[in-house]
């Protein structure tokens, strides 16, 4: 009428006690398999004999008891990752860089002291050498491309360090009006008939070029004008 049953046997004792691991690992995901079988066999309630025994094995397992046995590892830097992982500027461009610092968990870690520098101080600088990571784990640097070349920026706290790469080239040539095409190429009218042209201002690049004056004019005025 109650709704309990009494039930017995590893069939009962197997979901137990696995429930009861995961409960522990959650608590400290940093334990090995041999730590938890250990929690769970010293805070069990001893029944039958003394000690362990071919009845009850080490008793009646306590869950709140095992949790609460368990003293969290303190979190421990162990990963920075740098962002974005790869850039390309050009001479006299900035960006700005982000270090994350993760614990063994991957989880964000506040108030780390992370050091910026750059492998080719020829090629750009950062600023500010230092930083320390805020609530969400991050502390930004900004890198100037000074010269053309590749180096990399490495964000470090001890022998914890992360790295993105970063290429800087020469700005690119400026647009120079090298092509002008006229369509249609060719045009049959009749005497008082128009005819509209296209003028197409083209660079080195074959690239468009906006805001270039065009003059207009044709070889033998006495057969029309534009």
């Not at 000690?51 to 969290?72: C, E, M």
């Not at 009749?190 to 004056?213: C, H, R, W, Y």
Request: charged share 15%; proline share 8%.
């Amino acid at each position: 009428p109650s709704g309990y049953k009494s039930l017995s046997g590893t069939s009962m004792a197997c979901p137990h006690t696995s429930g009861t691991a995961t409960l522990v690992m959650k608590a400290d995901p940093n334990l090995a398999n041999a730590d938890v079988r250990k929690i769970l066999s010293n805070t069990s309630v001893d029944l039958g004999s003394p000690g362990r025994d071919v009845f009850y094995g080490f008793g009646r397992i306590d869950a709140k008891a095992a949790v609460d046995n368990i003293s969290p590892q303190p979190p421990v830097l162990t990963k920075i990752t740098v962002t974005p992982a790869t850039a390309t500027l050009i001479i006299g461009e900035t960006q700005e860089f982000k270090a994350t610092a993760l614990d063994q968990n991957n989880n964000p870690m506040a108030s780390i002291e992370i050091s910026w520098d750059v492998d080719n101080p020829s090629v750009g600088s950062v600023t500010p050498p230092s930083s320390i990571t805020g609530p969400d784990g991050i502390a930004i640097t900004t890198f100037t491309a000074m010269a053309a070349g590749n180096t990399a920026v490495n964000a470090s706290n001890g022998t914890v360090k992360g790295s993105a790469s970063i290429t800087v080239t020469t700005a690119p040539p400026q647009p120079v009006l090298t092509k002008i095409e006229v369509t249609p190429a060719t045009a049959t009218l009749l005497v008082g008939e128009t005819q509209e042209f296209k003028a197409t201002a083209l660079d080195q690049n074959n690239n468009p070029m906006a805001s270039i004056e065009i003059s207009w004019d044709v070889d033998n005025p006495s057969v029309g004008s534009v």
